[in-house]
Every structure is written in C-alpha cells, then in structure tokens.
Nanobody, 123 residues
Framework: QVQLVEFGGGVVQAGGSLRLSCAAP????????MAWFRQAPGKERVFVAS????????NYADSVTGRFAISRDNAKNTVYLQMNSLKPEDTAVYYC????????????????WGQGTQVTVSS
C-alpha cells in the first residue's frame, strides 16, 4: 500500500519553476524527517533535499542548493519542494520519502516512499 503520494510534476521550460507536493493520506508523519529523491533516465536514485520533523532545519544536495527549497506543513501533513531555475539535468522522477533522521542522504535511511512524479525540463 502506498504511504505517500506526490503530485505537481509536469513539463516546464529551462529557467522555469515548479512546486511539488507530497501528502500522506493514511497517517501522520509529523514526527518524521521528510526528504525528496530523484531518479533521472538511466541513472540511480539520488538525494535532493530533506527537512527535520519540525521544519526548522533543512539539508540539500549541492546540485540544487540555492535553486530548490523544501518545506513542510505538519497541520496539512504535507511536504513541498519548490524548484526554481530549472535545468534540463533536473529532469527525473521525483520521490517523496519519510525517515528517522533528516541528515541521512541514503535511500536506506527512509522507511516510507511515494510512487514518484515525473518532472521534465525542456531546453
């Protein structure tokens, strides 16, 4: 059963912006760290960003620092990824995940996953 659901993906031109959302229909994740990973065509799934349970601290991959922003609204049980200045190399399936520690950048550090949403950046 899917624990997390991502939405907001689509096609955008290079330099544009997109905001992804991740919701948890069946339970509360307000005590979990939340993260975004992505998997580009022919590539492995890699860490993008994470946020501590309270939303007070964040962690970013070097490739997206200054362009992407992760945030959460625990009252809505939702986490967001604001993506600005998008590049073609940002094209990937983006996955939402919930885990124990926001500083963990590994796939194994997260226990709950969504099915992913496609983001395509055209040049």
């Amino acid at each position: 059963q899917v624990q997390l659901v991502e939405f907001g993906g689509g096609v955008v031109q290079a330099g544009g912006s997109l905001r992804l959302s991740c919701a948890a229909p069946g339970r509360t994740f307000s005590t979990h760290a939340m993260a975004w990973f992505r998997q580009a065509p022919g590539k492995e799934r890699v860490f993008v960003a994470s946020v501590i349970w309270s939303g007070a601290r964040t962690n970013y991959a070097d490739s997206v620092t200054g362009r992407f922003a992760i945030s959460r609204d625990n009252a809505k049980n939702t986490v967001y990824l604001q993506m600005n200045s998008l590049k073609p190399e940002d094209t990937a399936v983006y996955y939402c995940a919930a885990g124990r520690t926001y500083v963990d950048r590994t796939i194994s550090g997260y226990d709950y996953w969504g099915q992913g949403t496609q983001v395509t950046v055209s040049s």
